[in-house]
């Protein structure tokens, strides 16, 4: 299980992406333009379109729990 938060940015900072584990222990944080490539350098690229198009559908500051045992 993987939470998923999309996080906004201000006039200096960007839009950004956490990505933590069940225990809430964070295992990925890149920009929101940058999805692909931040999913790869964390070792989730075999989850990256469905994670993806989960960034895109999810408002700002929601968590959102994927599911990565049901893909």
Same mark, same amino acid.
């Given at each position: 299980?993987? +939470?998923?938060?999309?996080?906004? $940015?201000?006039?200096?900072?960007? @839009? !950004?992406? #956490?990505?933590? @584990? ?7 944080? !890149?920009?929101?333009? #940058?999805? #692909? ?5 964390? $070792?989730?690229?075999? +989850?990256? @379109?469905? /994670?993806?198009? /989960?960034?895109?559908? /999810?408002? !700002? $500051? ?10």
């Amino acid at each position: 299980m993987l +939470h998923i938060l999309k996080i906004k $940015g201000t006039d200096k900072i960007p @839009d !950004f992406v #956490q990505i933590r @584990d069940e225990y809430m222990t964070l295992i990925a944080y !890149f920009r929101l333009n #940058q999805v #692909q490539k931040g999913l790869m350098k964390n $070792g989730l690229e075999k +989850h990256t @379109d469905a /994670i993806s198009t /989960i960034i895109e559908e /999810i408002e !700002f $500051g929601k968590i959102y729990k994927y599911n990565t045992k049901n893909e």
